[in-house]
């Protein structure tokens, strides 16, 4: 048991998909500018997650090699087909909002990473685990950037407003360079805070380099 | 067991390729009747809006539906500018037909108009618009008075044009320029259109940044009210004199 | 002809997959840390992207759009729901074949990509410009123009970020911003400059 606790925690800060392993960064940028498509769009991760790693983990001793990949990539697509139209059934002021970003849950780098890393090599409940780990851990960071983008730019969570009328919108937020600002900053502030994840300084005096400056 | 052979390999392609066929084509079966219930319900709103009909503040599903059924409609040809007695005018969807907006083969003839009376007085009329706008097909609905040439009320309520950019087709403020501009002057001819710096009744202002988009409404409207649209229709209703 | 060269600029630039979509960023800032590798991905992500629209295009147009069946026989078919199971396919098809001729022809560029390319099936800016092709209901010479457009705009912004990142080697960066941060805000700057030109309507 407390190996699942494990899985499912480790992803949040420690091995975070977006923030760690780099995975998962298109829609994470794209879709943060207000909070209540961000949610939507990590429940459809999670739940593509969920359906990706347990299908691939129960018929990984069944996978032939050569068409490995495109199986993968068939079951997830199917899934995420799938979660498109209950979005457009259910929720369909966001699913326009949302457009292609839900499609592109298929290229997703987190789902078939996983996919490929973890379910392909590990038994259905492990993989269920590590499905969920790592979906909260791409829904933290988006849901993170999708607040603040909302709440300084419209003054707004979930549409209900929060700062008082007179508050200047910063209308930057609205817009995407802001998501890569905030996301920087948030990574700056994890790797200060765990100072593990920070990485090596490149080498500064590349004579190759200097070669093709000069 | 060996999953590398061909046969084997095949067989579990055709098993995944059925699985997941199955899994899909059930999910759309079963959700499409809703997606398309939903996209009813938000051409129905937009109808009502623009005639009038609308309650403000947040209105129930079901009362968008009653005060629909309780609209007068009726399907034009455009062709002949006659009411055409074979469809039936509430469940008429002329656009499901459409594949190109732009091509003039899939043009539809027939098209459904809803009025609205008071006391058996025709107070307004309600035709959809459609057509090729920057980046995709922009769908739409116009109100004219009982004049049947000067705009009550107009809405955008389908399109893709640009987020941000293109979109601004719907806002209020600048739908509300179109307010008391006629269609067609004094020959008859369709004139209204969308310019920079607009002038007079006929010309409604462009938004700046979007001039693309905006003029193509504008266009759009001229090409539904002219020779190959409501014209002839229009021309006879108005000769007659009970509506 | 000026509409299609409208398209292609507004793809390029106004509307630029990498920085104002932000489409394709795992890549993006993976392999932008030398510009000769930035370069080789940039063209490839062209010459996929310039193959894929268009037949894309075709077979939506020709298969599932709503109404395409009709010269089947089945008017009524609305078959879009399948568009993007069939759209990742062609785009791994044509990966598999586009990794074969560079293994042939350039193995050099195949060794710098290395696993970057067979990666290319899953880059969301593939699958999106062809779902974006999609969404604007593009003909076939539009999509044509927009694959160009979209792939040459998408080359432009990795190889403009890696020659930043180059120079970046030069800087005295804090510890926690090193690498990973420092590369998204120089991004986001990057996505700022492109976000000037929003407004513009050609």
């Given at each position: 048991m407390g190996n699942y606790r494990n899985r499912i925690l480790k992803p949040l800060i420690d091995d975070n998909p977006v923030t760690v392993q780099i995975l998962g960064l298109c829609s994470a940028l794209a879709v943060s500018n207000s909070l209540r498509p961000a949610l939507i769009m990590a429940a459809s991760v999670i739940a593509v997650l969920i359906f990706s790693n347990v299908t691939v983990s129960l018929l990984r001793g069944l996978m032939p090699r050569s068409i490995r990949l495109i199986l993968e990539v068939t079951l997830i697509a199917s899934a995420v087909i799938v979660v498109d139209e209950v979005l457009k059934a259910y929720a369909p002021g966001t699913s326009q909002i949302l457009s292609v970003f839900v499609g592109l849950i298929i290229t997703n780098c987190i789902v078939l990473g996983r996919a490929e890393s973890f379910a392909l090599h590990n038994p259905v409940t492990d993989s269920l685990a590590d499905a969920l780990g790592n979906g909260l851990g791409y829904a933290v960071i988006l849901i993170s950037i999708a607040a603040i983008r909302e709440l300084i730019g419209a003054g707004t969570l979930l549409d209900r407003a929060i700062l008082p009328h007179a508050y200047p919108k910063n209308a930057l937020m609205l817009y995407a360079p802001s998501a890569f600002f905030i996301l920087g900053l948030i990574v700056w502030g994890i790797r200060s805070w765990r100072p593990r994840q920070a990485e090596e300084p490149e080498r500064s005096a590349d004579p190759v380099s200097y070669q093709e400056i000069g | 067991m060996n999953v590398n052979t061909v046969p084997r390999t095949l067989a579990v392609a055709a098993i995944v390729a059925l699985a997941c066929s199955a899994m899909v084509s059930s999910a759309v079966y079963i959700l499409r009747p809703?997606?398309?219930?939903?996209?009813?319900?938000?051409?129905?709103?937009?109808?009502?809006?623009?005639?009038?009909?609308?309650?403000?503040?947040?209105?129930?599903?079901?009362?968008?539906?009653?005060?629909?059924?309780?609209?007068?409609?009726?399907?034009?040809?455009?062709?002949?500018?006659?009411?055409?007695?074979?469809?039936?005018?509430?469940?008429?969807?002329?656009?499901?037909?459409?594949?190109?907006?732009?091509?003039?083969?899939?043009?539809?003839?027939?098209?459904?108009?809803?009025?609205?009376?008071?006391?058996?007085?025709?107070?307004?009329?309600?035709?959809?618009?459609?057509?090729?706008?920057?980046?995709?097909?922009?769908?739409?609905?116009?109100?004219?008075?009982?004049?049947?040439?000067?705009?009550?009320?107009?809405?955008?309520?389908?399109?893709?044009?640009?987020?941000?950019?293109?979109?601004?087709?719907?806002?209020?403020?600048?739908?509300?320029?179109?307010?008391?501009?006629?269609?067609?002057?004094?020959?008859?001819?369709?004139?209204?259109?969308?310019?920079?710096?607009?002038?007079?009744?006929?010309?409604?202002?462009?938004?700046?940044?979007?001039?693309?988009?905006?003029?193509?409404?504008?266009?759009?409207?001229?090409?539904?009210?002219?020779?190959?649209?409501?014209?002839?229709?229009?021309?006879?209703?108005?000769?007659?004199?009970?509506? | 002809m000026e509409q299609l060269a409208n398209i292609v600029l507004r793809s390029m630039f106004i509307e630029n997959l990498a920085l104002v979509y932000l489409l394709g960023m795992c890549t993006y800032i993976a392999v932008s840390k030398r510009v000769e590798t930035a370069i080789g991905l940039g063209i490839a992500v062209m010459a996929v992207q310039i193959v894929t629209v268009p037949l894309n295009n075709l077979i939506y147009q020709l298969l599932l759009a709503p109404g395409a069946l009709s010269w089947a026989g089945y008017p009524n078919m609305d078959l879009s729901f399948l568009r993007f199971i069939i759209f990742i396919g062609v785009i791994a098809a044509l990966v598999q074949i586009l990794e074969l001729a560079l293994d042939r022809f350039f193995p050099r560029l195949h060794q710098a990509l290395g696993i970057y390319l067979p990666l290319l099936t899953v880059n969301c800016a593939i699958l999106g410009a062809s779902l974006l092709m999609v969404q604007r209901n593009l003909t076939f010479t539009e999509s044509i123009a927009y694959g160009f457009g979209v792939g040459a705009g998408w080359a432009l912004a990795i190889v403009v970020f890696a020659a930043i990142r180059e120079r970046l080697r030069y800087s005295d960066i804090p510890e926690g911003l090193q690498g990973l941060g420092l590369a998204f805000i120089v991004t986001g700057l990057l996505a700022f400059g492109f976000a000037g030109l929003s407004g513009i309507e050609l």
């Open positions: - | 809703i997606q398309q219930g939903y996209a009813r319900l938000e051409r129905n709103r937009a109808i009502l809006a623009v005639a009038g009909r609308l309650p403000t503040g947040d209105v129930a599903d079901r009362e968008i539906v009653a005060r629909f059924i309780d609209l007068e409609a009726h399907v034009v040809d455009t062709a002949t500018g006659n009411y055409a007695t074979n469809v039936d005018a509430r469940s008429f969807d002329h656009w499901k037909t459409e594949v190109d907006p732009a091509s003039p083969v899939h043009r539809p003839t027939l098209a459904p108009v809803y009025l609205v009376r008071k006391d058996k007085v025709l107070e307004r009329m309600v035709l959809p618009v459609h057509g090729r706008g920057m980046w995709s097909a922009i769908y739409g609905y116009v109100a004219l008075d009982a004049d049947l040439t000067t705009v009550v009320d107009i809405a955008f309520f389908r399109h893709g044009e640009t987020p941000g950019i293109g979109d601004r087709i719907q806002d209020p403020a600048w739908l509300a320029n179109w307010r008391g501009k006629r269609i067609y002057d004094e020959s008859g001819e369709a004139r209204l259109r969308v310019v920079k710096g607009a002038q007079g009744p006929y010309e409604v202002d462009l938004i700046s940044g979007a001039s693309v988009t905006s003029s193509a409404t504008g266009d759009l409207v001229r090409y539904w009210f002219g020779d190959d649209g409501y014209r002839l229709f229009l021309d006879r209703l108005r000769g007659r004199e009970e509506l | -």
